[in-house]
């Protein structure tokens, strides 16, 4: 497992990666080059640039996130073969450089969606929130206006100006779309570009929708468990990967993500890992990462990721504004860092109690272990 944080490059980030390299445990980055619109080609000396930059600091590139899909391809154009090919090239660019991982999403239209990203906790600090009937009483660019005032200034990501400053037309590709024509779109994408990522070595992890149900009429099709074995099955490749994200499943509360882990098992090659907390159907806001401050169970979901032997890469998610930061709404650094303690906490526990566990029995096959008896074993396997 590969500890990362979210980083969006110099330019659009308050964090920089010297303070990134302090957080114990955390050997690397996932990151994009912000300033590329969906459908652009990726150059490759930008991103050796990238890597370059990554690396001068002591931090890996542990991964992309996202190379962003053009609306053409989603809604099956007549353009979508010229955007693929532009796709499938980055692809082969962003592997000279070794990168091995790419999350990506396809969300028609929006990424992610709140309706509140600054909403004020009972400590004082601030959280991004959802909630249903507000979203319903919003006109797509009327949310765009809304999301726009609390953010700090910062480039959304996924909510870049441009593209989304032609959001009539953009809303009018998908006005007959139908979520079983987005599907097939998708398999076709997948068809075209996983062959690449055979040759190449790239993991390709589609990111679940967020929420996980369709917002302004708009068709969604990575909502559960049975939405995403249908997309590693409809390519059954061992790149063609899921990124699994605790906070984007788990705001529907019937989504039982440790279940979902443990059905996806060695599909999962990126792990965006936070707590929520549900306050009513279709309203929620995000939380610290500790268990008992949200809704989730992060120990249960950490032991399942450890239990399929994931090995890919991990981020905590979503961070409270604390401490006076101003960052990017979710993406500050003191909250996050807090956030991957936790989580490095919870694995190296695991790490601690599970391995031990194989010890004693595979040095004590037929003995039944009492809690007593485990202590002797530990102290004489630790002098092994
Ligand atoms: C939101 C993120 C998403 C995610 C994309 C992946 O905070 O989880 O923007 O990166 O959906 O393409």
Redesign the pocket.
Known sequence: MKMAL?WFGPSFDSVNLQSIRQIPGVTGVVTTLPDLAAGQPWPIKRIQDLAKMIESQGLQLHGI??V?IHDSIKAGTDQRDHYIDIYRQTLRNLATVGVDLV???F?PVF??TRTDLAKVREDGSTVLAYDQQILETYKPDQMLHEMGKKSNDFLL??WEPERLGEIRELLGMYRNLTEEHLFQNLVYFLEAIIPICEETGIRMAI?PD?PPWSVFGLPRIVKNRRDLERVLGAVDSPYNCA?L?T??LGSNPDNPLVDIIRSLGNRIAFA?VRNLRHTAPGVFEEAAHFSSDGSFDLYAIMEALYDVGFDGVIRP??GRAIWNEVSLP??GLYDRALGSQYLLGIWDSLLHTKTKKKRISVRNPAKIISAANIFAVEKEGSHA
């Open positions: 979210r996130e996202s962003n999350c990506y999403n969300m990424d992610w990501p996924g990111h967020d990124t994200c906070g984007s965006h998610d979503h979710g993406y």
